[in-house]
């Protein structure tokens, strides 16, 4: 029986469930060593995604996410992961220094999860290195920006590599027990040396709402330098296609076609219009070789295919019938490829700024009812929140039920209506946020909520 995995994908969006810490290696002052010299190219990223509307008549809600990348060519170039450019716009860096920074995306990945952002500076910005393929309980500090804190680091080891978390045909994920939230996404995972041996991405919780519980995963440096050297060559070559669906041989699979020892990946099926179909490759035959060379599973056979250059004839060992043959394939362009990925235009993003952001917040006035209802005292004014969107950054500020706004702006507010004039006139005039004065069980206490563009 095959068990489905909940797999989420590390980048914040407004907030996210906190989950009971997990343990991990002590931090030593080799540690702290590492992390004061990698730490200074580790980046908070702050962006804008649109939300569709939850309900009919409803409208589309801006919201903000926060997530992480690392500064990998002095220039001001920046990795991180294509989930958290998806659909977004507006992005701003905060660096370890406290400078804050516009970005724009430099270039997505079609297919693997990685994406380049670019900042324009007058100086040269400190910079990461990729290192070497790590081995299964090597040392590795996890940085980032988990739940929007600001720049963290967790300690670990490396669990487990060639992980298979089912996200695209070649997966070979690393797994770490340093600690990745939501919001690490895009974040570097360094070994001993302050090099780069991974690129946090995910991790693993069976509750949709939970956290961290020991599971986290990583792109290896192998295939994210690999990415990246591409996408910063404008004459890289397209991925490789021929143009069928690999899974792994099991021993039953192989017992039951009667193989012996052979080993390799069996094909499921092959695209009619595809060179594996021109090369008289059907479902059923089992792939040992490509270019003389045997890989681990599936998923390696079809790495070394997207990476093989367009127009290359490869050559392929195949089992049919109990038999070994050799057969000769053209590789081709993986059709409808997309190098722009889900990045939202200049034009639609400008569109989305001058719309007036809905916060996620309810609102109503402050009744008699009210005050008995959230134990408020008599002699408090303002306007009641009821409710507060789980996916907003007012929830990510800890803004609640029972919570009153009693000034904006430094004026006073007594109805809705006051809350939307504010938000308004302050839309209007291109205030990147506004000051509320929130009195709640902890106090009175200063927010800044987003309006407008936080890059001005």
């Known amino acids: 029986m095959y068990r489905i995995l909940t797999i989420v994908f590390a980048a914040l969006l407004a907030v996210s469930a906190l989950s009971t810490s997990v343990a991990a290696r002590t931090m030593t002052m080799d540690d702290a060593a590492i992390a004061e010299l990698a730490m200074p190219a580790v980046v908070n990223i702050a962006a804008w995604k649109i939300r569709p509307a939850t309900e009919a008549g409803g409208a589309p809600r801006r919201v903000k996410i926060y997530a992480s990348g690392f500064i990998i060519d002095p220039s001001g170039v920046i990795v991180t992961n294509k989930h958290v450019v998806d659909g977004s716009f507006d992005f701003v860096l905060l660096f370890s220094n406290g400078d804050r920074v516009p970005a724009k995306v430099l270039a997505v990945a079609p297919m693997v999860d990685l994406a380049l952002l670019k900042v324009d500076v007058d100086k040269r910005l400190p910079a990461l290195k990729w290192g070497e393929a790590g081995r299964v309980g090597d040392g590795v500090?996890?940085?980032?920006?988990?739940?929007?804190?600001?720049?963290?680091?967790?300690?670990?080891?490396?669990?487990?590599?060639?992980?298979?978390?089912?996200?695209?045909?070649?997966?070979?994920?690393?797994?770490?027990?340093?600690?990745?939230?939501?919001?690490?996404?895009?974040?570097?995972?360094?070994?001993?040396?302050?090099?780069?041996?991974?690129?946090?991405?995910?991790?693993?919780?069976?509750?949709?709402?939970?956290?961290?519980?020991?599971?986290?995963?990583?792109?290896?440096?192998?295939t994210a330098r690999f990415v990246v050297e591409r996408l910063l060559d404008p004459a890289h070559h397209r991925p490789g296609w021929l143009g069928l669906k690999l899974q792994d041989l099991t021993p039953s699979l192989s017992q039951a076609l009667r193989l012996g020892d052979v080993q390799g990946?069996?094909?499921?099926?092959?695209?009619?219009?595809?060179?594996?179909?021109?090369?008289?490759?059907?479902?059923?035959?089992?792939?040992?070789?490509?270019?003389?060379?045997?890989?681990?599973?599936?998923?390696?056979?079809?790495?070394?295919?997207?990476?093989?250059?367009?127009?290359?004839?490869?050559?392929?060992?195949?089992?049919?019938?109990?038999?070994?043959?050799?057969?000769?394939?053209?590789?081709?362009?993986?059709?409808?490829?997309?190098?722009?990925?889900?990045?939202?235009?200049?034009?639609?993003?400008?569109?989305?700024?001058?719309?007036?952001?809905?916060?996620?917040?309810?609102?109503?006035?402050?009744?008699?009812?009210?005050?008995?209802?959230?134990?408020l005292g008599p002699g408090l004014s303002g306007v009641l929140v009821t409710s507060v969107d789980a996916e907003s950054e007012a929830r990510d500020l800890g803004i609640a039920p029972g919570d009153v706004f009693s000034i904006i702006q430094g004026a006073p507010v007594a109805t809705p209506d006051d809350v939307k004039k504010a938000v308004r006139s302050a839309h209007e005039e291109r205030l990147p946020f506004i000051a509320i004065l929130v009195q709640g069980k902890g106090g009175a206490r200063w927010v800044s909520l987003s309006v407008g563009r936080t890059g001005s």
């Open 141 to 222: 500090l996890a940085m980032g920006n988990p739940l929007g804190f600001g720049i963290s680091v967790t300690a670990g080891i490396i669990s487990a590599l060639n992980r298979d978390i089912q996200d695209t045909p070649f997966d070979n994920y690393m797994q770490t027990d340093a600690a990745i939230n939501h919001g690490n996404s895009g974040g570097p995972l360094v070994d001993a040396n302050g090099d780069v041996v991974g690129v946090d991405t995910a991790f693993y919780n069976p509750n949709d709402a939970g956290g961290f519980i020991g599971i986290g995963l990583a792109i290896p440096a192998e």
């Open 265 to 375: 990946s069996i094909i499921a099926s092959v695209d009619s219009d595809g060179p594996a179909s021109d090369a008289g490759l059907q479902p059923g035959d089992v792939l040992s070789t490509v270019g003389n060379v045997k890989f681990s599973d599936s998923r390696a056979f079809m790495r070394e295919i997207v990476q093989t250059r367009v127009g290359t004839q490869t050559q392929l060992t195949i089992w049919r019938d109990r038999k070994e043959q050799v057969v000769k394939a053209i590789v081709a362009e993986w059709p409808n490829f997309m190098s722009g990925g889900g990045v939202v235009s200049v034009q639609a993003a400008q569109a989305m700024l001058e719309q007036e952001p809905d916060h996620g917040v309810q609102l109503a006035p402050l009744t008699d009812e009210a005050r008995k209802r959230f134990g």
